[in-house]
């Protein structure tokens, strides 16, 4: 059972259920990850997408109103009343998240996050710097040469099989939001910071339709 749902979890952290004394989230945004606690066995049966929304909020330092894209498996987590089941959210869970980067808080000057989430260790700063504009530029050839040739390939050819459907499925959607993670981390402060905004914007509705066309071919209407 523990090995079943490590793998529905995704998640290389998973704890021995005997022991473990809550349930844990991580939820990366850009470069850093983040712990976010719930009860022991709330995640799986009663915690919402707005639970989870609000703890996470809470661990970027941004106010409870803000705008922020809560992304697993290939599903936006974006109905606050749904709970976190309907998305088969478990413990381990892995969520990505899409923030604007000018409007994140700086972290605590102690190091120490909240009671509800903590902060990891900060990725070393990175030997070359890629300008924004390359940095889009690179989501596009990645996925026009590589990801989409795959998707089409999905489309027009899917396993009958309905597992091996949806681990492809899932495998091509957690590659499009690992280039939604690159586009959220590019840099839109600078002095072209609106003509980056602008494309990087084209670039996500890209990926977003991309996704969509993937869920059309794992969930046929």
């Known amino acids: 059972m523990k090995r079943f749902l490590k793998s529905v979890t995704g998640s290389s952290l998973f704890d021995n259920d005997e022991t473990r004394t809550e349930d844990i989230v991580y939820v990366q945004q850009g470069a850093e990850t983040y712990s976010i606690n719930f009860p022991k066995g709330d995640v799986d049966t009663k915690t919402t997408v707005k639970d989870l929304r609000i703890a996470v909020l809470d661990a970027l330092g941004l106010a409870h ?6 992304l697993f498996s290939g599903s ?5 009343t749904a709970p976190l089941k309907d998305f ?4 381990g869970a892995k969520i990505l998240c899409m923030a604007s980067k000018s409007k994140l808080a700086p972290p605590p000057a ?6 509800s989430s903590s902060r990891t260790t900060p990725e070393p700063p990175k030997k070359k710097v890629i300008p924004p504009m390359e940095k889009i530029e690179l989501v596009k050839k990645h996925i026009t040469g590589t990801v ?6 999905f489309e027009t050819n899917p396993p009958e099989d309905a597992a091996k459907r949806k681990d492809e499925h899932h495998r091509l959607s957690e590659t499009v939001l690992g280039e939604m993670l690159k586009l959220d981390s590019v840099d839109v402060d600078g002095d072209d910071g609106a003509e980056v905004r602008k494309k990087r914007k084209v670039m996500v509705k890209e990926l977003h339709a991309i996704l969509e066309r993937l869920d059309k071919v794992d969930k046929p209407v």
């Open 76 to 80: 936006h987590l974006k109905d606050d």
């Open 148 to 153: 989409l040739p795959l998707v089409v390939a």
């Open 110 to 115: 102690s190091g120490i996050a909240g009671p």
């Open 65 to 70: 109103d803000h705008s922020i894209k809560l």
């Open 88 to 91: 088969k959210v478990k413990h």
